[in-house]
């Protein structure tokens, strides 16, 4: 048995799921696909929108491997409706909601420790099923992340979906990292995952530098939280502005929380390099380059490097409710998509070509800022 | 105002200090110092052993520069009793103690927050002053971790030196691994820190591993609480046997908990490749050698590495305890040598002349093992 949405809502439920397949290493086909029978558990999503992130790419056109088989509908930024639950999920339907990029078990050894983030039997849509880049996706409902209907003017639900990896992973660094008002927080790299990092500590009070090579980024970063924004091509040395800077801040926090966030070699090298006396480190973004550090200095600076793979699903809230208060500006580092061109869209993301973070929305309504359901 | 032993008590006041004083790189000399107005908060320390310490052989051979101007009388780990002390530190006055190999100052914002190991005015003998390889030692009272008078049979005073540095560094690195009973604990060394880690490990309930190139460490270690001794140099898969026995343990924890006590690039290699989801990595050892990683790796695998800057002395009763305890057996692990060696000691200790780690001890009682006081 399931839950369909009730006939006077406007959205409906689909015959089939349209959705952009990753068919092989940089080839695309359109598909169709039937939903298939719910479990009692799942539910159906009319995507509102869906965020690109360098995971995508990875998986698009550099080899790395969705652990489902190809052909596959990547997508994992995902915000929008439920139009059908399964049996025991039929309290979601018609509720506007973020999917967490990952989705624990929460039954397993690492569930119940209080680590969700290392389950091994996690769900990640477009990587262990179809995912977001589709009219529809078909997820677990456990650790569905309400978002409230009546959205603050500027916020629409498809915007919402860069809550799902872009917002909420740097926030779990952040969190994990202890920051504090008291604290200067540095981000190495400004770009999607970065800016919005710069916010969140900045929202948590601390004193925020910004470092990235392109002065566009830079600027935004200046403008939404960073007091202190670096051009590492430009400043001779990093550590000793960032010295100053900490000092002229009259923060007393112990050790720069220093967060990497470009997922580059230079970047993590820079990163590594402004480690202090007590400081944390957080690697939040990705490249599969090794670095050459001195690892002991971890030692003789009693300081953490630590990484997290996304963000367990009961800090979306957390997360979110910044962006309702308007502690994250999520408009300024996006730009909306159709749906239908995505192809293209991935492409220019994979070339570097776009500035922002890039959403793919099925509804033109929903690339509309500000739009009230 | 000073306190002195009371007369009926064995040891004496000293007229002067004598101790092997480091005058230049790789040059020492035997030196002759009073002991100089004790402020109120300091005492003056009989020194029974105190051990010798890689940190050493840095600051003696390898242009290491201490704190304190040269000449100095090097050595961190002390352990002695209390014959003379300042006017607020009477109460220490003939105990029998063992010196924290950092001493922090307690007022600082690391100290009131909770890191003490990162206080900017801590105190390490044998580098902001004078230290142990020597008649006696002058050290601030503050952290002395007291000593039972009456120990049992086995254990000497002197022998306790070691505590203050090759058994609460792993002790504190363990500690901030959070391992338990249900974890897997992985030593990469099993030398003078790597072979109390592995006692420390067993001694929580842990299942311990020890990896190492030396097959005699190997054989001590596993007579100590490693169930599975692995030679990196014979083993083809350090990875694969790791994770056999992690399977076959029964332990349900969350990721290996991997302890860096070799303070070697190949160790830290090691190391680093042995992070599985949810992986604790500490590094105890030091090098001052790089060593290329791939970083993002903390980020896949949801792990963090971390370093420790030795133990606050809060935690100092906890890990004699398990020394007393027989939980730490200290005896195999080291050798005693009379302090007049100390030259030819700290040579073979630079040389890697020794299978274990050197306590120097002034008085030739302290170097039998057993007995009371």
């Not at 799921?17 to 558990?41: H, T, Y």
């Not at 190809?70 to 979601?92: F, K, Q, S, T």
Request: net charge neutral.
């Amino acid at each position: 048995m399931t839950t369909a949405l009730p006939a006077q809502r406007a959205c409906s439920v689909p015959a089939t799921i349209k959705g952009l397949s990753l068919v092989a290493n940089s080839q695309f086909e359109w598909a169709e696909r039937a939903p298939g029978e719910l479990s009692p558990d799942e539910v159906i999503i009319e995507v509102a929108g869906c965020g690109v992130c360098h995971t995508d790419i990875g998986f698009a056109y550099e080899g790395i491997p969705t652990r489902h088989v190809l052909p596959l509908i990547l997508g994992h930024e995902i915000a929008g409706r439920v139009v059908l639950a399964g049996d025991r999920a039929g309290n979601w339907i018609g509720r506007s909601v973020i999917v967490p990029a990952v989705i624990p078990c929460g039954t397993c050894d690492a569930c119940r420790g209080g680590r969700p983030t290392i389950c091994r039997k996690q769900f990640m849509p477009g990587n262990d099923a179809d995912g977001g880049f589709a009219t529809h996706v078909r997820v677990p409902a456990r650790g569905l992340c309400p978002v409230p209907e009546e959205l603050p003017r500027g916020i629409s639900l498809a915007m919402l979906s860069v809550v799902a990896d872009a917002v909420t992973t740097p926030y779990e660094a952040i969190r994990r990292s202890g920051l504090t008002a008291d604290d200067v927080a540095v981000f190495v790299g400004a770009g999607g995952i970065g800016g919005f990092g710069v916010q969140i500590a900045a929202g948590l009070g601390a004193a925020v530098v910004a470092i990235d090579v392109d002065a566009n980024r830079l600027e935004l970063a200046s403008g939404h939280g960073a007091a202190l924004a670096l051009n590492a091509r430009e400043c001779g040395d990093v550590k000793s502005a960032v010295r100053t800077f900490a000092k002229q801040s009259g923060r007393h926090g112990i050790g720069f929380k220093v967060f990497e966030t470009s997922g580059t070699a230079a970047g993590q090298q820079t990163a590594f390099s402004l480690l202090d006396p007590g400081a944390h480190l957080a690697i939040v973004g990705y490249t599969a380059q090794k670095v050459e550090v001195r690892l002991s200095n971890l030692m003789a600076f009693d300081a953490t490097a630590r990484g997290n793979w996304g963000c367990p699903p009961d800090q979306y809230p957390n997360a979110l409710a910044m962006v309702i208060d308007g502690k994250i500006q999520i408009q300024p580092f996006i730009e909306m998509h159709a749906l239908e061109e995505a192809q293209q869209v991935l492409e220019a993301v994979h070339h570097h070509q776009l500035r922002r973070r890039a959403v793919l929305a099925p509804q033109p309504r929903d690339t509309q800022q500000g739009t009230m359901r």
